[in-house]
């Protein structure tokens, strides 16, 4: 059996690549996992934006009585509206979750009873009701439609849930393939001695870390390929702006979490210890950086918070190139922070690496 | 001049001194063994002389060179294996070799004709973690050979592994050196360092004890022999009486007389038709080191 001649960068980079397919629970939460959320959130808030939003309509309201014909189809199209005069029964139908939101008019204001319960939902009714109010106060006045160009924004925002899904859950899943692979490798290797053993073999550390790095970026790479091809063919994703941007972000952002993963690894005594702490570092940052679902709702301090944590900036990066139209430009600052906060994380690492375990 | 030449090593981790004061030399194609308990100072002298820790003082020579700091020009020359199972985790036996021959950038035809030396080709399709703890000794050693080092490092390759895995694992090791290749090998099995090295060091508690061929050694001891005699066959206070015999000990598997006049002993009892089921047993190593250090051999 005589088998080509790779050279180490190439050798190094198949066995870790064998390494990762061979094992079973890596590419189930590099990829099967976050997918399957994927699925989930897509084929939940899919049906959502086709399905009609329940309005009770409490009394006469003036705004949608007067709606002119156009304006008329496209709130029918949205609201499923049925006529009601006992404003409690209403409103404690939205409570039961019966019917989404309960409308009356109180001295020439619209006033909406509904409930966070689905905070998607309560956003697409909030953003509904709003534009058809900006659209009749402008139709009442005759004035240009100032507000017209953010209406719309809040209306993309909020109705195609799929485009917010995609770069979150993808997010997400960057950020667990590549700092569970870096931690288990570090501590796996350093267990078996294996750093030991590449050490005295005539590499440069610069051919394994590039082996290893080449390895994790092709992963997020296929990573982003399966997750756009999935949202694009069953979903309705589609992309806009410079998406292609999002590939260097993407990049960056793999190596921001593979230095969360050595970090995990460098503190760490085992390597399901390491595993345990990526996870711990990078599950609570998925929910505060909005992988699952905004943080539009969330209070403030929250929402600062967020911004100090990279997957936070992948994200909005991701968001703003691939599906809020956004230039190429708008990638560069998340990339600047994901990169800092690569470096920085790389040398704690290194400082605080111990060959020994005990 | 020697493949390698030590002399004066130390390193201290805090209070403790885990390598004191420990000089020697092997010569080219010598096969070289470091003797000790664990925690003796074997593993941390072999990672210093590797080149994988930097002695606190001391003077080190690899083939020539100073191992420290790392030196690419040296490490094809080398081959090391550690005590653990440095593995690519998940990879079959064959890719396992075939990866570390493409890092020395030799052919993977050498690969596999190392698989074939240590008896793997039926297992080159198994996974590294599927084979057995002497398989995956003899893939981690092909993996330190594959690319015709002058000097090998071998640390307790035959710790944790059943007798036939030891003796089997003997076999292989024993060639190593035919060729003129330099072995160096640790271990805390007396029986090993006899039957395979030209010379041994006793280490303990971070300091080189004695150093000399392991029939030397064993000479050097003046061990008295054992004959034990099957029961029943022999009084112990007849046997006192008997010439050359220095002691007479009652045991449960018979009686053991010491003595420094084996022949004579011998010659007396095979006149009294008394050799049936008698065992003769001279000093070993394991003599040697429980008298250097004075207590329990510990494993």
Same mark, same amino acid.
């Given at each position: 059996?005589?088998?080509?001649?790779?050279?180490?960068?190439?050798?190094?980079?198949?066995?870790?690549?064998?390494?990762?397919?061979?094992?079973?629970?890596?590419?189930?939460?590099?990829?099967?996992?976050?997918?399957?959320?994927?699925?989930?959130?897509?084929?939940?808030?899919?049906?959502?934006?086709?399905?009609?939003?329940? !309005?009770?309509?409490?009394?006469?309201?003036?705004?949608?009585?007067?709606?002119?014909?156009? &304006?008329?189809?496209?709130?029918?199209?949205?609201?499923?509206?049925?006529?009601?005069?006992?404003?409690?029964?209403?409103?404690?139908?939205? #409570?039961?979750?019966?019917?989404?939101?309960?409308?009356?008019?109180?001295?020439?204001?619209?006033?909406?009873?509904?409930?966070?319960?689905?905070?998607?939902?309560?956003?697409?009714?909030?953003?509904?009701?709003?534009?058809?109010?900006?659209? &009749?106060?402008?139709?009442?006045?005759?004035?240009?439609?100032?507000?017209?160009?953010?209406?719309?924004?809040?209306?993309?925002?909020?109705?195609?849930?799929?485009?917010?899904?995609?770069?979150?859950?993808?997010?997400?899943?960057?950020?667990?393939?590549?700092?569970?692979?870096?931690?288990? /490798?570090?501590?796996?290797?350093?267990?078996?001695?294996?750093?030991?053993?590449?050490?005295?073999?005539? =590499?440069?550390?610069?051919?394994?870390?590039?082996?290893?790095?080449?390895? +994790?970026?092709?992963?997020?790479?296929?990573?982003?390929?399966?997750?756009?091809?999935?949202?694009?063919?069953?979903?309705?994703?589609?992309?806009?702006?410079?998406?292609?941007?999002?590939?260097?972000?993407?990049?960056?952002?793999?190596?921001?979490?593979? *230095? =969360?993963?050595?970090?995990?690894?460098?503190?760490?005594?085992?390597?399901?210890?390491?595993? @345990?702490?990526? @996870?711990?570092?990078?599950?609570?940052?998925?929910?505060?950086?909005?992988?699952?679902?905004?943080?539009? %709702? %969330?209070?403030?301090?929250?929402?600062?918070?967020?911004?100090? !944590?990279?997957?936070?900036?992948?994200?909005?990066?991701?968001?703003?190139?691939?599906?809020?139209?956004?230039?190429?430009?708008?990638?560069?600052?998340?990339?600047?922070?994901?990169?800092?906060?690569?470096?920085?994380? /790389?040398?704690?690492?290194?400082?605080?690496?111990?060959?020994?375990?005990? | 001049?020697?493949?390698?030449?030590?002399?004066?090593?130390?390193?201290?981790?805090?209070?403790?001194?885990?390598?004191?004061?420990?000089?020697?030399?092997?010569?080219?194609?010598?096969?070289?063994?470091?003797?000790?308990?664990?925690?003796?100072?074997?593993?941390?002298?072999?990672?210093?002389?590797?080149?994988?820790?930097?002695?606190?003082?001391?003077?080190? #020579?690899?083939?020539?060179?100073?191992?420290?700091?790392?030196?690419?020009?040296?490490?094809?020359?080398?081959?090391?294996?550690?005590?653990?199972?440095?593995?690519?985790?998940?990879?079959?036996?064959?890719?396992?070799?075939?990866?570390?021959?493409?890092?020395?950038?030799?052919?993977?035809?050498?690969?596999?004709?190392?698989?074939?030396?240590?008896?793997?080709?039926?297992?080159?399709?198994?996974?590294?973690?599927?084979?057995?703890?002497?398989?995956?000794?003899?893939?981690?050693?092909?993996?330190?050979?594959?690319?015709?080092?002058?000097?090998?490092?071998?640390?307790?390759?035959?710790? *944790? $592994?059943?007798?036939? %895995?030891?003796? @089997?694992?003997?076999?292989?090791? *024993?060639?190593?050196?035919?060729?003129?290749?330099?072995?160096?090998?640790?271990?805390?099995?007396?029986?090993?360092?006899?039957? !395979?090295?030209?010379?041994?060091?006793?280490?303990?508690?971070?300091?080189?004890?004695?150093?000399?061929?392991? %029939?030397?050694?064993?000479?050097?001891?003046?061990?008295?022999?054992?004959?034990?005699?099957?029961?029943?066959?022999?009084?112990?206070?007849?046997?006192?009486?008997?010439?050359?015999?220095?002691?007479?000990?009652?045991?449960?598997?018979? $009686?053991?007389? +010491? /003595?420094?006049?084996?022949?004579?002993?011998?010659?007396? !009892?095979?006149?009294?038709?008394?050799?049936?089921?008698?065992?003769?047993?001279?000093? /070993?190593?394991?003599?040697?080191?429980?008298?250097?250090?004075?207590?329990?051999?510990?494993?």
């Amino acid at each position: 059996m005589s088998g080509p001649r790779f050279g180490p960068f190439l050798a190094l980079s198949l066995a870790i690549l064998r390494g990762f397919l061979r094992d079973k629970s890596s590419v189930f939460f590099a990829i099967v996992f976050p997918l399957m959320f994927l699925v989930l959130f897509g084929g939940i808030f899919g049906d959502q934006t086709n399905s009609k939003i329940d !309005l009770i309509q409490v009394g006469e309201v003036a705004l949608v009585d007067d709606l002119p014909p156009e &304006a008329r189809e496209a709130f029918q199209d949205t609201f499923e509206v049925t006529e009601s005069d006992d404003l409690d029964a209403a409103v404690a139908e939205v #409570r039961n979750g019966d019917a989404d939101v309960a409308i009356e008019m109180v001295d020439g204001r619209l006033v909406a009873h509904y409930t966070q319960t689905d905070q998607v939902k309560a956003a697409v009714t909030q953003g509904s009701l709003r534009a058809f109010v900006d659209g &009749a106060n402008v139709a009442a006045s005759g004035e240009p439609p100032t507000y017209s160009l953010e209406v719309e924004r809040g209306e993309d925002k909020s109705l195609q849930t799929i485009e917010y899904v995609t770069p979150g859950l993808l997010g997400w899943a960057i950020a667990m393939s590549a700092s569970f692979g870096a931690a288990a /490798t570090l501590q796996g290797w350093r267990q078996s001695k294996l750093l030991r053993r590449l050490q005295l073999a005539p =590499v440069s550390t610069r051919t394994i870390v590039g082996a290893r790095i080449s390895v +994790t970026v092709s992963v997020a790479l296929v990573q982003m390929a399966i997750f756009l091809g999935v949202g694009a063919a069953f979903f309705g994703l589609t992309l806009t702006g410079s998406w292609w941007a999002a590939v260097p972000l993407l990049v960056v952002g793999t190596l921001c979490f593979m *230095s =969360v993963g050595l970090l995990a690894g460098s503190v760490t005594k085992t390597t399901e210890g390491a595993v @345990n702490m990526a @996870n711990f570092l990078v599950l609570p940052m998925a929910f505060l950086s909005g992988s699952f679902f905004p943080l539009d %709702a %969330a209070p403030d301090w929250l929402q600062t918070l967020s911004k100090m !944590l990279p997957l936070r900036w992948l994200n909005d990066g991701m968001l703003d190139v691939m599906v809020r139209g956004q230039g190429p430009g708008a990638a560069l600052l998340p990339m600047g922070i994901l990169a800092t906060f690569a470096i920085v994380l /790389t040398l704690v690492s290194a400082r605080l690496f111990r060959w020994e375990t005990s | 001049m020697g493949a390698i030449e030590v002399s004066d090593l130390a390193i201290a981790y805090g209070e403790l001194k885990a390598v004191d004061g420990v000089s020697f030399e092997v010569a080219e194609g010598e096969f070289f063994g470091i003797l000790g308990p664990n925690g003796a100072g074997k593993t941390t002298t072999l990672e210093m002389i590797e080149g994988l820790r930097k002695p606190d003082s001391g003077r080190i #020579r690899v083939l020539g060179e100073s191992p420290w700091p790392r030196r690419p020009g040296l490490l094809p020359r080398i081959g090391v294996q550690l005590q653990a199972s440095s593995f690519f985790e998940r990879l079959t036996a064959r890719e396992q070799i075939h990866t570390f021959a493409a890092l020395y950038a030799v052919h993977s035809t050498e690969a596999d004709a190392w698989l074939e030396r240590v008896g793997l080709v039926d297992k080159a399709d198994t996974r590294v973690e599927d084979l057995s703890g002497g398989q995956a000794q003899r893939l981690s050693i092909a993996c330190a050979l594959v690319h015709d080092p002058e000097v090998v490092f071998l640390d307790e390759p035959t710790a *944790s $592994l059943d007798p036939q %895995a030891r003796r @089997n694992l003997w076999d292989l090791l *024993s060639g190593l050196n035919d060729s003129g290749r330099t072995v160096v090998l640790t271990t805390h099995y007396m029986d090993e360092a006899e039957v !395979l090295c030209d010379r041994v060091a006793i280490m303990d508690q971070g300091r080189v004890l004695r150093l000399d061929s392991p %029939a030397a050694l064993i000479r050097g001891l003046d061990a008295p022999t054992r004959i034990t005699v099957s029961p029943g066959q022999l009084d112990a206070d007849e046997a006192r009486t008997l010439p050359g015999v220095d002691d007479a000990d009652l045991r449960a598997d018979g $009686l053991v007389l +010491t /003595t420094r006049n084996p022949a004579a002993v011998l010659t007396r !009892l095979a006149e009294r038709e008394q050799l049936d089921g008698v065992r003769v047993q001279t000093g /070993t190593l394991e003599d040697v080191f429980l008298e250097l250090t004075g207590r329990e051999y510990r494993a």
